[in-house]
């Protein structure tokens, strides 16, 4: 993808887990949370934490994007339609989630070179569960690691500072 279209956060889309795209332009004046994810790993209880804001949020507008990967330690399944089923039936999950995707790995998914320059090296996901808070208006705001719950008074705090 050109340098370019890196700039612009609405450029990016992601293959949904159910076969269609994720055009980030149709949330545009939306604010969207998206995280790494992965359904073998410490962290993965903090799906339940996610559907938790999601519910509480999405009246608000918040948009979460799921990206399940297997780039750290091959948490994940292999397959598209086992992510979605286990994430169905242990969390409810009703936000959007990607197919499996490169997050480290080449070919890397461009959102997270975007990550990169907008953010910096130390942005990026270290392992599963890294968060990342984009603004209505497309710009990034935070980012969090795997340590932070979903749950905390510092990242609700967030998510409520861009609704």
Known sequence: MPEKALSNFYDFTFDNIDGSKILLKEYEGKPILIVNTASFCGYTYQYKELQNLFVKYKSKGLKIIGVPSRDFGNQE???????????????????????????????????????????????????????????????????????????????????????
């Open 77 to 163: 399944f292999d397959n598209n339609s086992k992510v979605k089923e286990f994430c169905e039936i242990n969390f409810n999950i009703t936000f959007d989630l990607t197919t499996i995707t490169n997050i480290n790995k080449k070919p890397k998914h461009p959102f997270f070179q975007w990550i990169k320059n907008e953010a910096g090296f130390l942005a990026l996901p270290k392992w599963n569960f890294y968060k990342y808070l984009i603004t209505k208006e497309g710009k990034f705001y935070k980012y969090f690691t795997s340590m932070t719950k979903p749950s905390s008074t510092k990242f609700i705090n967030a998510i409520e500072n861009i609704l």
